[in-house]
């Protein structure tokens, strides 16, 4: 059974202290999918675009085995737009712009071939899209959502709704805070926690992740490159590799999602290293295998006796 993803397909105009692009290809699923690519396929994809959405990203994306029948073109409409500016401090970012354009009123339809899908990633959208992709499908087993501060401030009850029914949520340190009402992450992960996710991922940038399973909590770095170019799409890229490993291994023990991290964490060290989804064009497995193993290297240490 192929893995499921849903989320939000954009152009992009992005300005970095280096550079900048206009419309280039963005959003949630777009970069999870590309991801994901690198462990599992075909991957479901489900989104909507206008008839203004380029032909060559839809070549980029089944290039990748990515089956775009959940895709709707929607005639005359306009395809979704983002534009943020970054600041010397590539963890700082402004948003410029959010117009949703085709998304105000996207229905979402599973195709009847998605629906029995087992393992899902709800990409960053509308939390009230989100349910009405879940309601679709038949018994899926592993539900992985990712959000953002956009949803928390202004659809909060729809967003607390959809975490009453999936497995995983992944949200940076910031969203964390502002939806636990809580500074401290720790605390705020505990009650994140009892709003639904069993496992909880917080991702915080240049500093790595934060894995919260069962008892355990799991700190992963950050991968330390001397470049980052453009961090959009880290997080999602971050939620494609995690997701994508997962569904490769079919294992869902606490061992193997600490593995997932680190996957997801070297799929986002691609992506920040060129502008829009340039970095995860062009991989291989074993450049991601040999990435995964620089992170092992990274955090490994032995006591002498
Ligand atoms: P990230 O850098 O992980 O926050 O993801 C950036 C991507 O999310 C960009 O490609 C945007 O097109 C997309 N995006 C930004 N705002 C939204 C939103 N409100 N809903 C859905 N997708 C969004």
Known sequence: ?????????????VYTP?????DALGGSATYISLA??????????????????????ITLLEAHNIDLDGLQIIKDGKTFRWAGRYHYDLNVRDTLLTELNVFESFKPIIPPKFQKAQFVCLG???????LRV???LDSPKFIVCDTMNY?????????????KKVNVLIINDSEARLLAHEPNLIRA???????????????????????????????????PLEMIFDPTGAGDTFAG???GYLHKTQDLSPDNLKCAVIYGSAMASFCVEKFSTKGLEDLDYLRVLDRFREFRKLSRFDEKE
Request: aromatic share 10%; glycine share 10%; no cysteine.
């Open 1 to 13: 059974m192929s893995l499921l993803v849903v989320g939000s397909v954009g152009l992009d105009t």
């Open 18 to 22: 280096f550079d900048k692009v206009e």
């Open 36 to 57: 994901a690519s690198y462990f599992t396929g075909p991957i479901h994809f489900v989104g909507v675009v206008g008839d203004d959405f380029p032909k060559k990203y």
């Open 124 to 130: 960053n959208i509308d939390p009230v899209l989100q």
């Open 134 to 136: 879940l309601e679709q």
């Open 151 to 163: 949803w928390i401030e202004g659809k909060k009850d729809e967003l607390l709704e959809i975490l």
């Open 189 to 223: 992960a505990k009650m994140i926690r009892q709003m639904g996710p069993e496992i909880l991922i917080i991702k915080k940038g240049e500093h790595g992740a934060l894995l919260f399973v069962e008892d355990q909590i799991f700190s992963a770095p950050a991968y």
């Open 241 to 243: 590799g995690f997701t």
